[in-house]
């Protein structure tokens, strides 16, 4: 039988990017839903091998019907034990059903574009050769209760917590792994405006950045959902006698 995603996006427009590829060339099925416009999540998940939440515009704090039904569908999973990933808006909204806070930055500072990474701990393995990755977010999250902190920014930089699990088979990540180059121009294209806040990148460094990091990033992404679904992703290291 064909293994199956849930997965949840926050507009009408969202697309699943380099994700959904991924999960094509794995030939693993990605079903939509979208409860921040009125869509009801499945009742039943046991026809869903997997559940990723990804990014979105609105506050992981706002009190809409749909993300409050979201935290309740993440509080729910985290009980399965089976593969969910949290991207951006999705590793926030888990952070909370964690116990964990999420915040704008003190000084209303935003990573858009490109930024360093830095792994750690069992991160090192999950991330290895991963040292740039794409952001867009003016929120960020404190490390929640249960978890294990995986990546963090370079020193000094705006927001520390970059990646956690929880258990072996929960993911979170501040960045965007879906994204590929028709993805960033559609979002350069609807939000370019937000360039101008600060610790924004420039557009010229998102496309050269692009042109350095994205072919690495869709690789790492392909390798790392395949160990996901599999329940292979934070597998302790085996001894060796």
Not at 77 to 82: A, E, Q, S, V
Request: proline residues 7%.
């Amino acid at each position: 039988m064909n293994r199956r995603v849930l997965g949840i996006v926050h507009q009408a427009h969202s697309s699943p990017g380099q994700v959904g590829i991924a999960l094509k060339q794995l030939g693993i099925g990605l079903h939509l839903r979208r409860p921040v416009l009125g869509q009801r999540v499945p009742r039943d998940l046991g026809h869903y091998d997997g559940l990723i939440v990804f990014g979105g515009p609105m506050s992981a704090n706002d009190p809409l019907p749909g993300l409050l039904a979201e935290l309740r569908l993440i509080e729910r999973w985290l009980h399965t034990d089976r593969p969910l990933w949290g991207i951006c808006l999705g590793a926030q909204l888990m952070t909370r059903v964690l116990g964990g806070s999420v915040a704008s930055h003190p000084d209303a500072r935003v990573e858009i574009g490109w930024y360093p990474l830095c792994p750690l701990g069992a991160g090192q393995s999950l991330f290895r050769g991963l040292g740039h990755v794409y952001q867009w977010h003016r929120e960020g999250f404190t490390l929640p209760r249960g978890a294990h902190r995986l990546a963090s920014a370079p020193v000094g930089a705006d927001f520390h917590e970059q990646a956690f699990s929880v258990g072996r088979t929960a993911l979170g990540t501040q960045f965007h792994p879906e994204m590929h180059p028709r993805l960033m121009r559609r979002w350069l294209g609807r939000a370019g405006h937000m360039l101008e806040l600060p610790g924004a990148r420039p557009e010229d460094e998102h496309l050269q950045g692009n042109r350095r990091y994205y072919a690495k990033q869709a690789r790492w992404l392909r390798d790392t959902l395949a160990q996901w679904i599999d329940r292979r992703l934070l597998e302790p290291p085996r001894k060796v006698c």
